[in-house]
C-alpha cells in the first residue's frame, strides 16, 4: 500500500528530484513518481548531457546541484580507468564535449541521483514509483485535494492525497488535470509586449522535441539498422526555412541564421584534455561528433575503449511538424512517434548515405548503444521536451526581464523574492508554428519566487518548465541547472508551509514570511543573486 505523504511530487525529472531531497532534507514524508524506470529527465531518460552557464564551475547554481556534478565526476574517478592526467582533474570532463564542462553517460547522472535519495528512502520519509503517471486530479475551493495515479506495468490506478502537490512533470499535465490556470505555446506580442512573440497567441505553436541516442563509432564493421519506414519522408523533406534537405550537415547557426556547414568525423585523434566548453566564446555545435560526446576514449587508459560515445542531439534529429501539447491525444502519440522515425532515419542516413571527408558516403561502422539509453530499440527513453504548459503565475517573467538588446549587458531584473539564479541566452529551436531559431542574448537572471505561485490554486507548486515564465523566456529558464533550482525551492517551500502552516501566497507576499523562508534558502546554500557578471 502507497502510503499517503506530506509532500505529492509527481514527474520524477531534475525538479521532481531536487524537490523531493529539499523536502526530506527539512523531515517531510514524500511520494516521488516517475513515468519511466529512470529518475533524472534530462539528465538520464532523455539523454541530454547539461547545457550550462560559463561561471558553473564558480558560482550560479545551488549547493546541492554541485554535489550533483561532484557525485557523477567522483563516479568516474572510482569506477573508470582515467588515464592520471584526467584523473587528478578537479574539473573533469568525462565526455569532453563542448556543450558542457560536465558532459557524462545517463547512467552515471543516474547513479549518482540514486545515492542522493538513498539515505530518504532508508529512512522511510521517500516513496519512489517508477513507471507511475498522473492520469485525474480532484480539486475543491482552489486546492487539489487528490491525484490518480495509474501503474504503467500492470494498469492499476491508486488515489493519493497530500498536503501538497508539486507538478515535477514534462509537459505540466498536473495544471491540466487539476484545472491549474496555465498557457501554452507562444503569447500574443499584445499580453506582455515582448518584441520577439508573435501578433496573434498560438497554443499550438511550441519548440520543437528531439528524441536522442548515443553512437560509438567501429571502423570496418556494418552496424547498419533496418531501413525506417519513414525513411522516404526525411530524407526528402526540406523546411522553407532549412538551407538544404534536414538530413544534411548544412543548417542554421541559431544565432545568426546563417547557412553554415557542420563537420562530422567519428573518433578524432584530438586529445580531449584540450577542449574547452564554453558556450559564451564557441557554441560548440559546428563539430557534430564532440558537440555532446559523452565519454571519450582518449581520456582513459589505451586500449579501455575502443571508440567515443557521442550523443545525437543535433539540428538534424528536432521534430517540429506536429505539438505535443495542446493537440489532443492522438496528435502527441503522432509526433511522438513521427519524432522517433526522424531520429532512426537520422542514423540510417548517417550510415548509409552521409558524405565522409575521405569524398565516399555513410559510416556503417556507426553503432546505435541501447546500453547507454537502457532501452530496447537504442533510442531515449523519453524524448527531450523543450517547452511545457506554463502556470499563470504571480509573477511572469518576459523578455524584457532578460534580453540583452532591452537590458543592456549588465542589467537585469531584480527580485524581492528570488529564489535562485540561472544564466542561458533565450535559445528557442524550430518550432511546430514554423518559427525558425530564435535565439538572442540574455542576462544572468533571479528566479523570482512569485513565478513559482500559481495565481489561484494554493497548494500545487510547479518544479520545472512549468513556471510562470512565457514561450520566449521559456528559451533560457529550462535548462538542467535551473530546473534543479526550480525543483528544489518548490520542495522547499511546500514543506516550509506544512510546518509553519501557512501557504505560498503568503510566503511570496509578506515580506517578513519570505525573509524566513529565504534564510532557510541561503542556509541550504540557494544562491538567490548574482554578482558583477556579463550576459552573452
Known amino acids: 500500500m502507497i502510503p499517503e505523504p506530506d509532500i505529492l511530487i509527481v514527474g520524477g525529472g531534475l525538479g521532481g528530484v531536487a524537490a523531493a531531497l529539499a523536502a526530506c532534507r527539512a523531515g517531510r514524508t514524500v511520494v516521488l513518481t516517475e513515468e519511466t524506470d529512470w529518475i533524472g529527465g534530462q539528465l538520464t531518460s532523455q539523454a541530454v548531457p547539461p547545457d550550462e552557464h560559463p561561471w558553473v564551475e564558480e558560482f550560479g547554481t545551488t549547493a546541492s546541484y554541485r554535489k550533483l556534478r561532484e557525485s557523477i565526476r567522483d563516479y568516474y574517478r572510482q569506477w573508470y580507468p582515467l588515464r592520471s592526467e584526467a584523473s587528478s582533474l578537479p574539473r573533469l570532463n568525462p565526455g569532453a564535449g563542448r556543450v558542457s564542462k560536465l558532459c557524462h553517460e545517463p547512467r552515471v547522472a543516474l547513479a549518482a541521483m540514486e545515492g542522493m535519495l538513498a539515505p530518504h528512502l532508508a529512512s522511510g520519509r521517500l516513496t519512489l514509483l517508477t513507471e ?13 485535494t487528490s491525484v490518480t495515479l495509474e501503474n504503467l506495468r500492470d494498469g492499476e490506478r491508486t488515489t493519493l492525497h497530500a498536503r501538497y502537490v508539486i507538478d515535477a512533470t514534462e509537459t505540466g499535465e498536473l495544471l491540466e488535470l487539476g484545472g491549474v490556470e496555465h498557457a501554452v505555446g507562444a503569447e500574443s506580442r499584445a499580453e506582455f509586449g515582448e518584441p520577439h512573440a508573435p501578433e496573434e497567441a498560438q497554443p499550438l505553436n511550441q519548440q520543437g522535441i528531439t528524441v536522442c541516442f548515443a553512437l560509438s563509432h567501429h571502423e570496418g564493421e556494418n552496424h547498419v539498422i533496418e531501413r525506417p519506414v519513414d525513411y522516404d519522408f526525411w530524407r526528402s523533406y526540406q523546411p522553407d526555412f532549412w538551407p538544404g ?19 562530422f568525423v567519428p573518433n578524432p585523434e584530438i586529445d580531449p584534455l584540450a577542449v574547452n566548453a564554453d558556450q559564451s566564446a564557441d557554441a560548440g555545435d559546428k563539430e557534430l561528433w564532440g558537440f555532446r ?22 539540428p538534424l534529429n528536432d521534430y517540429w511538424l506536429k505539438p505535443l501539447i495542446g493537440g489532443g491525444e492522438q496528435t502527441s502519440a503522432q509526433a511522438l512517434a513521427e519524432a522517433r522515425q526522424l531520429s532512426l532515419s537520422v542514423l540510417y542516413w548517417l550510415q548509409t548515405e552521409a558524405p565522409r571527408e575521405d569524398g565516399g558516403t ?5 553503432r546505435l ?48 523574492d528570488s529564489v535562485g539564479v540561472g544564466n542561458y541566452r533565450i535559445d528557442l529551436h524550430p518550432s511546430t508554428g514554423g518559427d525558425n531559431y530564435i535565439d538572442i542574448g540574455s542576462v544572468p537572471f533571479e528566479i523570482p519566487l512569485g513565478a513559482l505561485v500559481p495565481r489561484r490554486v494554493r497548494n500545487l507548486l510547479p518544479a520545472g518548465k512549468n513556471i510562470g515564465t512565457t514561450h520566449i523566456t ?63
Open 132 to 144: 507511475y503517471r498522473a492520469v485525474a486530479a480532484g480539486s475543491d475551493n482552489d486546492v487539489i
Open 245 to 263: 534537405p534536414l538530413l544534411g550537415f548544412l543548417a542554421p547557426d541559431p544565432r545568426s541564421l546563417e547557412a553554415v556547414p557542420r563537420t
Open 293 to 314: 560526446r559523452i565519454l571519450a576514449r582518449k581520456l582513459h587508459r589505451p586500449g579501455a575503449f575502443d571508440s567515443d560515445i557521442t550523443l545525437v542531439n543535433w
Open 362 to 366: 555513410g559510416f556503417p561502422g556507426l
Open 369 to 416: 548503444r541501447p546500453d547507454i539509453t537502457g532501452t530496447a530499440d537504442g533510442l531515449a527513453k523519453a524524448p527531450y521536451v523543450r517547452e511545457s504548459r506554463r502556470i499563470k503565475a504571480v509573477t511572469t517573467v518576459t523578455e524584457q526581464d532578460v534580453a540583452i538588446d532591452v537590458v543592456g549587458p549588465y542589467g537585469r531584473t531584480k527580485y524581492r
Open 474 to 536: 521559456n528559451g533560457c529558464y529550462r535548462l538542467h541547472p535551473v530546473e534543479w533550482n526550480i525543483g528544489e525551492v518548490a520542495g522547499a517551500l511546500a514543506a516550509h508551509c506544512v510546518s509553519e502552516g501557512v501557504e505560498p501566497h503568503q510566503v511570496q507576499a509578506e515580506d517578513k514570511r519570505f525573509e524566513e523562508f529565504a534564510r532557510l534558502l541561503d542556509r541550504d546554500g540557494v544562491q538567490r543573486h548574482w554578482p558583477d557578471v556579463r550576459g552573452y
